[in-house]
């Protein structure tokens, strides 16, 4: 009892904790980041090791980051920043997905989470700093150097050579400390070395998202772009689809019950999303917003729980190619990540609006 207690915080954990991202960025990342890299030694602890770990963590990880990418549409403030975490984030997912479907560990080599810790330095820039301050070949060169420094020898480490942090410092402490103070140490000087050539803060420290712009700030404004500027056949809904799709087809390699191929998975999934999409423009036709997250997440839930039930009824469907439990999973991803996008997308297109009217 006690172990399946535990498994089911840190699942709920991992499930819950990424939606803190949207109102606080850096905490809430790095918090994910630790509970990342710490449940597998939770489960071993309670004498749990989790079959198709792997896929599971993977899983979990695009989740999560997905979620702070999302966060990226509100809050950036940076166009040259967020192109390049778009890239990168978009990079691991199909890298994920490639691995999954193989089982090549080469792969996450080619493909390295990168997207995470840029996602953490435009953070901690942004902690003390205005992101626009920097262009984009900054931006570039800070993503090439946590490409090449961290997160090529993290992942030939990790799932290359299939080492353990844990494991290394559980047979040999000694060496455990001494990496842990030569990594600190390199830190210290680095920063202190950095730190000197930085520009004077433009604001005391804070980790709290930025406020929406006052032209997108209300749900009802948001909408209005929608109805205004929104089209069903857009490159919003086939980013939306490929997001959602692909997440969808990874966590079909951990969730039971899933009996669609990727490819039936993913246009059905996709198929899901367009409706989705639809229907944020016919509530925009009617100027029917809902201001709360929360609530606007559990109306899209209960509307599309609605319409898989109709679309079996009407089409005489029985059983299908997913059993109920994995049906509600998806749906409630759809929902969650659909809704998030729709409410954010608007924020992205004033600032690209704003850039393109600015004076070269």
């Given at each position: 009892m006690g172990t399946t207690l535990v498994f089911l915080a840190v699942i709920g954990g991992r499930f819950l904790l990424p939606l803190a991202i949207p109102r606080w960025p850096l905490p809430a990342i790095v918090a994910c980041l630790v509970l990342d890299g710490v449940d597998q030694t939770v489960f071993q602890l309670f004498g749990h090791d989790p079959p198709g770990y792997q896929s599971y963590d993977k899983a979990m990880d695009v989740y999560y980051l997905a979620i702070a990418y999302l966060a990226t549409l509100r809050h950036w403030t940076s166009l040259p920043a967020f192109r390049v975490a778009r890239f990168l984030y978009?990079?691991?997912?199909?890298?994920?997905?490639?691995?999954?479907?193989?089982?090549?560990?080469?792969?996450?080599?080619?493909?390295?989470?990168?997207?995470?810790?840029?996602?953490?330095?435009?953070?901690?820039?942004?902690?003390?700093?205005?992101?626009?301050?920097?262009?984009?070949?900054?931006?570039?060169?800070?993503?090439?150097?946590?490409?090449?420094?961290?997160?090529?020898?993290?992942?030939?480490?990790?799932?290359?050579?299939?080492?353990?942090?844990?494991?290394?410092?559980?047979?040999?402490?000694?060496?455990?400390?001494?990496?842990?103070?030569?990594?600190?140490?390199?830190?210290?000087?680095?920063?202190?070395?950095?730190?000197?050539?930085?520009?004077?803060?433009?604001?005391?420290?804070?980790?709290?998202?930025?406020?929406?712009?006052?032209?997108?700030?209300?749900?009802?404004?948001?909408?209005?772009?929608?109805?205004?500027?929104?089209?069903?056949?857009?490159?919003?809904?086939?980013?939306?689809?490929?997001?959602?799709?692909?997440?969808?087809?990874?966590?079909?390699?951990?969730?039971?019950?899933?009996?669609?191929t990727p490819l039936q998975l993913f246009l059905g999934v996709g198929v899901v999303v367009v409706v989705n999409a639809l229907?944020?423009?016919?509530a925009a036709s009617r100027r029917r917003s809902i201001e709360s997250s929360l609530m606007a997440f559990l109306a899209r839930m209960l509307v599309n729980v609605v319409l898989v039930l109709a679309a079996e009824l009407l089409l005489g469907v029985t059983g299908g190619d997913l059993d109920i439990s994995a049906t509600l999973f998806y749906l409630a991803l759809i929902s969650l990540v659909t809704t998030l996008h729709d409410a954010w997308r608007p924020v992205l297109a004033l600032r690209q609006r704003d850039e393109a009217a600015a004076p070269a």
């Open positions: 978009f990079y691991r997912l199909v890298g994920v997905v490639a691995f999954e479907l193989s089982h090549a560990r080469a792969l996450l080599l080619v493909f390295p989470n990168t997207f995470e810790y840029f996602f953490i330095a435009h953070e901690a820039v942004r902690a003390r700093w205005r992101p626009t301050r920097f262009g984009l070949r900054w931006w570039i060169t800070a993503a090439a150097l946590i490409w090449v420094l961290v997160k090529l020898p993290q992942e030939w480490w990790i799932h290359v050579a299939r080492l353990d942090v844990t494991d290394m410092v559980g047979d040999h402490p000694v060496g455990g400390l001494v990496v842990a103070a030569g990594a600190v140490s390199a830190a210290s000087i680095g920063w202190r070395r950095y730190h000197a050539r930085l520009r004077p803060p433009d604001h005391p420290t804070r980790f709290a998202a930025d406020p929406l712009p006052a032209e997108v700030d209300t749900a009802e404004e948001r909408l209005q772009w929608h109805w205004v500027h929104g089209a069903l056949l857009s490159w919003t809904t086939v980013e939306k689809v490929v997001l959602v799709g692909l997440l969808a087809v990874v966590y079909a390699q951990t969730l039971p019950g899933v009996r669609s229907l944020t423009l016919a």
